[in-house]
């Protein structure tokens, strides 16, 4: 099935630890954007990139990076876990022409960090 | 910064009403807004786009409106059911549609 797949599904993190966070799309969509969904706050952007080999930061990129190797893969990793990014993280990807498109969800990392 | 306010208290309607949420923002002209739903435990799924220069677009029983003087949009679902119950997010693109915002989502609820 076409779509996005995310793993783990949840996870639960010491403190100082590193973490990868996987994303893969089968859709051949060019960009790809990272997002972490708190309670009351919403979707808020971490990383983005708009096509292979370049990537840029969203409103909240402090203590995450990534890479985007290929257009199918989007990897999101804590060097250093803190609790404060105990979240749901999505990963998503659009068709990214510039002009309006849609963007697709994956499934959702629950992480906890303790 | 760029601001979208969503109405924060869940909305709860009868079956059959037309369920009516709204989406305010400031500070930012996007050329257009997105809505999507939103499932417990689930990704958002996308429902609709409008663009600026469009005053209302429609799907099956949704409808939106785009008023760029008010800064507002409102989603409409008519003749609802239980299974539209969910939560529903507003997005505004910020730069060519690389980035986009989102609103905090307002929860529905439709009894039966």
């Known amino acids: 099935i076409a779509g996005i797949t995310q793993a783990p599904t949840s996870q639960i993190l010491a403190a100082g630890r590193r973490m990868t966070l996987r994303c893969t799309q089968d859709m051949r969509h060019n960009a790809m954007y990272w997002y972490r969904q708190d309670l009351g706050l919403g979707l808020r952007l971490i990383h983005y990139?708009?096509?292979?080999?370049?990537?840029g930061k969203g409103e909240v990129p402090d203590g995450y990076s990534v890479s985007r190797a290929n257009t199918d893969d989007f990897p999101l990793t804590l060097a250093s876990a803190v609790p404060s990014q105990t979240s749901v993280y999505f990963c998503?990807?659009?068709?990214?022409?510039?002009?309006?498109?849609?963007?697709?969800f994956g499934p959702g990392t629950r992480l906890t960090v303790l | 910064s760029q601001k979208i306010e969503q109405n924060s208290e869940a909305l709860n309607i009868q079956e059959g009403k037309t369920a009516t949420l709204t989406c305010n923002y400031t500070?930012?002209?996007?050329?257009?807004l997105q809505w999507y739903r939103q499932d417990p435990g689930r990704g958002p799924v996308f429902l609709l786009l409008i663009r600026e220069n469009e005053k209302e677009k429609r799907k099956e029983r949704l409808k939106v409106t785009f008023d760029t003087t008010l800064k507002q949009s409102l989603f409409h679902i008519t003749a609802s059911q239980p299974a539209d119950s969910a939560t529903y997010l507003c997005?505004?693109?910020?730069?060519?549609?690389?980035?986009?915002?989102f609103g905090a989502g307002t929860r529905l609820f439709v009894k039966a």
């Open positions: 990139s708009n096509t292979a080999g370049t990537t």
């Open positions: 500070n930012y002209s996007p050329a257009y």
């Open positions: 998503a990807s659009s068709g990214g022409q510039g002009a309006a498109d849609t963007q697709y």
């Open positions: 997005a505004l693109d910020i730069t060519g549609g690389f980035k986009t915002i």
